[in-house]
């Protein structure tokens, strides 16, 4: 394994070239690779994971025609939910996008601990890899839902997935909590540290300000989520009761476990599980505003309001997972609170939106695909925001709760939301990334497919929720959902839309990587500091070091005429 | 600190006048995150057993009188530790006794875990005892980790501060302390 | 990149396609009532949270989308004048406003439409009849106290999947003449009842749509919820937590009876040892 590196000293670059495919595309230490690698990966993931989608919708449209029973239909579901959550939006938007505009926006020559950073991502390699091998042991995989509460996942018998499947999947986890954590300390440490001269946090740009957030809320939030694994796994294994209450009959017989409680597990996991919901918007947030201030020509609207929103927004996002609850049996005087306290993140929220909204206020607008991407992002959160208002009031989450109104308000939000940022992402970043821009036409087209697509799947999917629709259903047998399971084939033909859309996406990445017309330095005439790198910039970024000389979005000023400035101009 | 380039160092980039202090303050930012993860962690496993203690079959044991050795030693450990810190002059000493004093306490831990087990506690045995065994391991692995970190120093002693493995280190003590607290006392 | 984007088809279509997805959505609002029918008391309150909630989220939605849609079909030629910043002062105003006025209204939503009724669902009424609903996979069980108003309690030991699926005891004496409905709750109309619901193996939760009644049944626990149903007729339970493999056929038919009829069926049911 070539671990080490030659350090050219070539005068002219001064870059480090190192020398060889292993190296440089394999082992690599260079942030701009290893970003590039997770992206892959997060596109083979999302591959499975989407594939996963497209064959329970079929079943759900059109029951019976997809070949899926119903133990295939609880494993696809629940490893969909794992699958595109972990393992395709965290490792496309926070590690893949996140290692690879983090030092070039702040001025660094790689992370803090480049060798740390390869090796999280070759740590999550197996994990994707045992996650994908879990579907092919016996009794499928984990089936007991995203959430795997016990007892379903802690009872072999109690689910066909419960058993060496489950067991996989707490050890794919756990492996990923490894991975992110390593990468959420180099994150932090690199931001903290590592910034170019004159480089003041207020002068960061607000995606470096969420990619900073979100790695605090992960590494605060995360070890909850390895107490309960670590509980889950020795109440499988160990024999002990943690989760495990007395006497439970199971296929007519009685468990010897006593006195566990099942609520337990529930708030450590959205303990976890409610911040990770930010870890996963707010980078998609700050791709955008970086986008929207490029292609609306005129800085954000709001930049230090919206830095305080993204605090508070983390800070309250870690008080009130118990919105997750309301109906699970905590006490009901809690649920009050966590009402009250979830809606108080309405406010940084609306500040959010309403900074969005204001940076196209007077905009001259590019229509390229990125900036599509952005605009769409600002719908979709809007959107999803909007169907929280509901999930978080206790009272209406009486009736709204596990249904598909739910799951159509989460996918815009973490789906659709996180999404529509990472491609903007994508596409905004691809020049520096390969030198070369993607295809405008393709870019297009996948914009409108994923556009038409998912609002409409998922914006019908509330209203089929309102009908009371329960999720994670293998078919809709009871009366009353009738009217609302009717709408089942129309959702599932803009789910194909939608899957279909991402194929195009996936032609053009890899097909404007060797054939995409080539990018100067600065395509998009954008001023924050990856923009003074060379297309595709080299390992170790630049020459000479940067110096940041003022904001990061310098739109409007600049006297020659031009509209706008670098970061590092005077 | 794990991958030194020549090249870029050269050219007095990543150095202490960046606005974050370079590539040197790193390693604080580092070890202060981990610490707070690791407060998070042992914090959840705290009020999973304030929790979990009201529920039936909890089943209470003490740990054994070894632990209180043990406790004894990880504290001596913190003071060489710290004199280890201070005294560059002979910090591999002092260095070599840290380690020392946590491999003594490791091994008390683990003829603790021999006396429970031979008076009939397993991890299933009852609830409490599942605590017992959980934290004692989940806080020997962070042990492991420090003594692992200690080692590294201990083999390039004198260059380089010792500020980041000493506050790990006493973090190590002072969750030991927590967890033991937490173990009799609730 | 272009600098021919004044012309885009994109100031056209987007606008058009947002005011188009928020003409649909509204529509799909005010045109059709997509709740089940209501039958219950509180569940009249959480369809007018649900109202207050979609009055004051469709105006934030509607304007949302009227302002993108605005912005984005009058934004200017590349070669229009440089943006010029509105001052510190009217960015304050545009962005506190709006962020208080939010936070008012869902805040007011909460704490005095739906915290009362939330509470309601809560109440805890020792005149209220007393049902117990058991959950276990992939099936409900109804469990009256009978004549003596007692519960007989649970001998998990005597558990029979054919002939003793409550789990009771024929020694218990509260459990002589308590009765136990297989996949049927029978309930009266215009009485309050409090449901205390019980699990036997996993996580269920008891789910009447039309009633708007959820909760979840955790094992160890008793988990406990309340309504009056109150309009007769047939209803459906629907499990609405993920069980297992049978999750989707796990349901139960709901009865409501007017509180005569109820009463006799009471009174002529045979108990579960009788």
Redesign the interface.
Known sequence: MALTHSHGTDAAHGHDHPSGFWSKYIFSFDHKVIGVQYLILACIMGLIGAGLSVWFRTQLAWPGKAGMSPENYVMAVTMHGTIMIFFVVSLSLSSGLGNFCIPLQIGARDMAYPLLNMLSFWTIVPGAAIMVASFFVEGGGAAGGWTSYPPLSALPKAAPGSGTGQTLWLLAMAIFVVSFTLGGLNYVATILNLRARGMTLMRMPITIWTYFISAVLGLLSFPALTAAAIMLLLDRHGGTSFFLPSKLILSGQLQTNTGGTPLLFQHLFWFLGHPEVYILVLPAVGIAFDVLAANARRPVMGYKASVFALWAIAFLGMIVWGHHMFISGMNPYLGKYFSISTLIITAPFALLGVCLLGTLWRARIRFNTPMLFALGLISAVGTGGIGGLFLATATADLHFHDTYFVVGHFHLMIGVTSLMGTFAGIYYWFPKMFGRTMNETLGKLHFVGTMVGTFVVFTVQHFQGMGGMTRRYYEYVNEYVKPAAALNPLVTIFAFIAFGSQLIFLVNFFWSMFAGAKASKNPWEATTLEWTAESPAGHGNWNEPPVVRGDPYRYGEGADGKGWKLQTDA | ???K????ES?A??GD???????S??NR??VF??I???V??FT??TA?YL??RE????GKVSLPAICWVGTAFLVASSVTMELARRKTASARLWLGTTIGLGVLFALGQVEAWRQLRASGV???SG?HS?FVY?LTS?HAAHLAAGIVVLVVALRRAGRGSLGGCAAWWHFTGAAWIWVAAVLTVF | MSRRDRGSVWRFLLPVGFLAFTAATVAAVLFKDWMPPVASEHGKGVDGMITYILCAAGLIFVAGHLLLAKFIFTSGADDAPAYKPIGNKAEMLFTIGPTIFILLISEIGVLFIGNPIWGQVFKEDPEDFQIEVIAKQFEWIAHYPGRDGKFGPFRMEKYDEVDNIAALWKKDKESRDDLVVRGKLILPAGKACQIRIKSFDVLHSFNIPAFRTKQDAVPGIYTKTRFVATTPGDYEIACAEICGVNHYKMKAKVQVLPLEKYMKWLEEEPGFFE
């Not at chain 2, 380039?5 to 870029?8: E, F, H, I, L, N």
């Not at chain 2, 529920?55 to 909890?58: I, K, L, P, R, S």
């Open positions: 600190m794990l991958m380039s020549d090249a870029w050219r980039w990543e006048d960046l606005p974050g202090g370079g590539r303050e790193a930012t580092v995150l981990m707070a993860g690791a998070m962690l959840t496993f999973s929790v979990r529920a039936a079959g909890w397993t991890a299933s609830a599942g959980m989940v």
